[in-house]
DNA sequence: TTGTAAGCGTTATCAA
DNA sequence: TTGATAACGCTTACAA
């Protein structure tokens, strides 16, 4: 029989102690106590100071945040969109804001879409309701009235990613025009001269049109130092394998001699890349070389290794906490625009000529 | 040109409608209002009452949760925390997790230990103070003080996938033995008969534990029936490839005639070994055998497709939300433990003789 | 330097 | 059925 649980009854709850309680058992006042804890380094004796402390830790007290909350109108509360927490990518920059919140005394409050942009709004109000502190955003973007909501609560903004339409809000962002640029080089220096871009549908989401302008861009660029250099792009949509598996097929026929390249703009397209591969019984490299946005866990074992344009992740979460926690210290710049660059992780895919 | 946005000046915030300016405006206390908005069906006079609804319309008012919660001692949020925010399964499960309690009208406060279990104290303490109504722990579960002082300030607990040594609460899991003989069998009928069982270290670490376990009593229940049957288990560190390197080499060696497998105990697990098998140049099915715990959207493109048991992560998720919401509701039932199965997803990593 | 008291936005208790 | 009024736990003038 294991020893007794000491806090078997679950009727008899444990009651958190409360600054009066303090104030109390250190036969001083309510003030006091308030003011040890926060203007510690002024106004106080040191015997009143240290009988506060000792009281505190016998107590174990710790402050109420919500009564802070409700009295000072700060709830060191960030509220957190994420479009989908089931992209590895929201996931990487929710654990760099998250190590930075946590540092500076902040808890995140989450709240996922699941995809599902129009519930942006709701996701601003519960959250507002709250008093959280701030926002970070990383949504479609579509529903610019949500994000305007933030802002007109006076609460600052910073957004991951994706930018909202016509929105003065500090923006941490890969660079994308600048990764493209870096993938798509490497396929042509690679060898590569009949290039798809495959896109989740553009839809007007701020990163997928910005990295699809980089591509046509540098493939006009590229046109006149690079003989037979060509480019196209695809929209491909979550269910629709048959139509990616056409523009694969009509990109290695448009290639003939020439070698055929993939410049996928995310990790979900890549997934659905490697599918298509797979479905047509291609290799990556020899076949079709490819070189991905996102780096992942998976891509160095699938195929020969998955070439892929890394994106500082972690920095970018972290950079966005720490922008809004300096907004929300005060801070009263024009937005600002931070944008990290990518870092090519050349791979097995876009060797044309196997090993 | 756009309209011109009328809250262009964030020197002016805009300020919530509080309970008293919607009593004002409808004429009556803020006790009514109070009343109208929790106990709208009982003791209300029509007039009054749309009297109070079209102010609170007017003023876009909504009631403010960190004063509702100040008084009622009930804040509507459910705090998660989870060891790694990174790992994929934590993900999944927080996404249903979360689906649930958005609907039942909770928030999620979250919080990540990035794998530092040191800090389970620091989390519950952290989300305690914020008031929250229960948790949801997805953690190590070594540190028992932790989740015991959960308990102790009389919150209701949700255990996902690790159980805490000797704490009552509600637990919600695969079944890890049913799925870990699921696995295991599924390599016997493909062929394979010298097993190695990868786990992370132990650790004691509940999961970790079971599925060992259960591996060790599939083999020594088995080997009556399956001549020649032979299993082993190796527990894998995060940097140690060398190590596990010499563990596949040595799989392979005492197979000599025989069809080697590897059982991965999870995903992580799995992508090592596939990094490993990329670095002897070995081909999994042909070579060595691989069934794994977790299925992941990247399973099916490394190699000929890993087979995998798949977690009911989504419906794991939801569980424990909901388990967590009766609690909160009061239901006062004795710890239960719910435990589901896992799906088993067949592909070419267990298939010895290659198509 | 410390204490008193008011008030943040609610809900709950009591009278009316 | 409705309205004062007192909390909830904290911070902050203002007074001492």
Redesign the interface.
Known sequence: M?TK?P?QS?A???E?ATIADVARQAGVSKATVSRFLNHRETLLTTDIASRVEVAIAALAY??????R??KRGR?R?IG?VVAD??N?FS??V??GA??VC?QAGY??????L?NDSSRESEAI???????VEGFILNTLGRDAGAA?DA?????PVVLVDRRHH?MQADFVSLDNAGAVRLGARHLVEAGYRELLFVSEPINDVSSRLEREAAFRSFISDSAVDVPGLRGSTFESTAGDTEGLDKALRGLRQRAGERLPGVFSSNAVVT?RV??AM?RLGWRFGADVGLVGVDD???S????P?LSSIAQPTDELGRLAAGCLIERIKGMDLPPRQILLSGRLLPRGSSVSTPT
């Open positions: 294991p649980n806090k679950p008899v709850p444990f958190r710790s402050p109420n945040p919500m009564a909350a409700l709830s509360l957190l927490v089931t590895p996931v990487a929710l654990r998250e190590k946590q808890l995140l409050m989450l709240f996922n699941g109000k519960a959250l507002t309701a709250y008093q305007a802002a007109r609560y006076g609460k016509d997934l490697a599918a797979a992942t866990e998976w160095p074992y699938i195929g290794g």
